[in-house]
């Protein structure tokens, strides 16, 4: 008769044994971890994202029926275009910079900010990676916008890509942490759209979305060159094109990075990661 088997108990640990410590993960997984759950996030959000991708493309049509009757010819440009620029310019403002600041007063409201900064991601990866998805949907908007202005409006392709790329992700990036500043200020995702539209207006209004500056008288159009949203469109105007004096183009690289710091030092100095209590 077989003796039954004797079930063996882990080998306890005594004093000083070293713990095996877990592998951290690199930055760039954790990028993506953090990006893919706040996908999953924004694809639940239907509201955010239904709104991400329509607005852009309603920009266009509404464009085209308030400007037909505008003489853009002396402006340099073609109502087609200022609508493609105009929606891309949308597609910034609503995908990115309206639905980040939701975002992270949402992510900040449910403690998850809080969590995230107890485990291994630095602070810009937990920014970083919520804004990920926001952003890859800014760039894959702009890129549907510019094929469509080419096979539908019948626009020429852009005559400088580089530039009209530069834009849209200088304005990925300042617009991403404008968004993270204004959620400062946003005590509940409910009231992000309070909170964000004073922007949202200023820059349709001002930033050359609609009406390019030259349109405007000059005193009042060399105050909007100033605004944050500004610069970016006129680097998207120019990938389009090609036309703008290098001097110009220096200037309004040199005004969007001026935002961007400007709006990464109030992110250092008031971005909150708890709740108020």
């Given at each position: 008769?077989?003796?039954?088997?004797?079930?063996?108990?882990?080998?306890?640990?005594?004093?000083?044994?070293p713990?095996?410590?877990?592998?951290?993960?690199?930055s760039?997984?954790?990028?993506?971890a953090?990006?893919?759950a706040?996908?999953?996030?924004?694809?639940?959000n239907?509201?955010?994202?239904?709104?991400?991708?329509?607005?852009?493309?309603?920009?266009?049509?509404?464009v085209?029926?308030?400007?037909?009757?505008?003489?853009?010819?002396?402006?340099?440009?073609?109502?087609?275009?200022?609508?493609?620029?105009?929606?891309?310019?949308?597609?910034l403002l609503?995908?990115?910079?309206?639905?980040?600041?939701?975002?992270?007063?949402?992510?900040?409201?449910?403690?998850?900010?809080?969590?995230?900064?107890?485990?291994?991601?630095?602070?810009?990866?937990?920014?970083?990676?919520?804004?990920?998805?926001?952003?890859?949907?800014?760039?894959?908007?702009?890129?549907?916008?510019?094929?469509?202005?080419?096979?539908?409006?019948?626009?020429p392709?852009?005559?400088?890509?580089?530039?009209l790329?530069?834009?849209?992700?200088?304005?990925?990036?300042?617009?991403?942490?404008?968004?993270?500043?204004?959620?400062?200020?946003?005590?509940?995702p409910?009231s992000?759209?309070?909170?964000?539209?004073?922007?949202?207006?200023v820059?349709?209004?001002g930033?050359?979305l609609f009406?390019?500056?030259?349109?405007?008288?000059?005193?009042?159009?060399?105050a909007?060159?100033?605004?944050?949203?500004?610069?970016?469109?006129?680097?998207?105007?120019?990938?389009?094109?090609?036309?703008?004096?290098g001097?110009?183009?220096?200037?309004?690289?040199?005004?969007?990075?001026?935002?961007?710091?400007l709006?990464?030092?109030?992110?250092?100095?008031?971005?909150?990661?708890?709740?108020?209590?």
């Amino acid at each position: 008769m077989s003796s039954p088997t004797r079930l063996t108990s882990p080998t306890p640990l005594t004093p000083g044994t070293p713990l095996t410590p877990r592998t951290p993960l690199p930055s760039r997984r954790r990028l993506v971890a953090l990006g893919r759950a706040e996908l999953t996030l924004l694809v639940r959000n239907r509201t955010a994202l239904f709104g991400a991708l329509l607005v852009p493309l309603l920009t266009v049509g509404a464009v085209r029926s308030s400007l037909q009757d505008v003489d853009l010819g002396t402006a340099g440009t073609t109502i087609a275009e200022v609508a493609v620029t105009g929606a891309i310019g949308m597609a910034l403002l609503i995908g990115v910079y309206s639905n980040l600041v939701a975002a992270f007063a949402a992510r900040r409201e449910a403690l998850v900010l809080k969590r995230l900064r107890t485990g291994e991601p630095t602070d810009p990866e937990i920014l970083t990676g919520i804004a990920l998805p926001a952003a890859a949907l800014a760039l894959a908007q702009s890129a549907v916008l510019t094929a469509g202005g080419i096979a539908a409006l019948d626009l020429p392709a852009p005559a400088r890509p580089d530039l009209l790329l530069a834009g849209v992700v200088l304005g990925t990036v300042l617009l991403t942490a404008v968004a993270a500043a204004t959620s400062a200020v946003t005590r509940t995702p409910e009231s992000a759209q309070l909170t964000a539209l004073p922007l949202v207006l200023v820059s349709s209004l001002g930033s050359g979305l609609f009406v390019p500056l030259s349109m405007l008288p000059d005193g009042l159009a060399s105050a909007c060159e100033l605004l944050p949203v500004t610069g970016v469109m006129t680097l998207v105007r120019a990938g389009w094109s090609g036309g703008v004096a290098g001097g110009d183009l220096l200037g309004s690289a040199a005004v969007t990075v001026a935002w961007i710091a400007l709006s990464v030092f109030a992110v250092q100095r008031w971005f909150r990661w708890e709740p108020r209590r």
